[in-house]
């Protein structure tokens, strides 16, 4: 994937692990839409950014400012950076898994989820070559 630093299946495999496809690791920004404008009013919406710890074609795992609930589908953009060109990625993603981690952020396990509306085919693509790179 050029510019960006990945390592693929760099992450030690443990007993707990339930992912059925390889991981790249690497730092790439991630935005959710928390709440939604309300029409016809002033309010903004309200926006999380964070970086990425690991991703795949179906999922995603992510560094927060603040717990996501367990089960939330949220619009997401996955911004990536290719020599020096930045490509977002609209995505609709579920929460599976948010702990704590011990810097006092929260780790956030996310399931891409196929929608229409998103770039979700384009994720895929884009993930298929990343891998097909290392």
Known sequence: MGSMDYEFG???????????EFRLTGRVMVSFELESAEPNASDKPRF???YTS???ASGIRVVATEALPDGAILP???????AGQETLYPLMVEVVWCRPDDEGAWQVGLQVLESDDTAVLEWLETMIRALDDD
Do not use: F, W
């Open 10 to 20: 760099s992450q030690p495999e443990t007993d707990n692990e339930q992912r059925r």
């Open 48 to 50: 999380l950014r964070c």
């Open 54 to 56: 690991d991703l795949s």
């Open 76 to 82: 997401a953009t996955v911004e990536l950076v290719q």
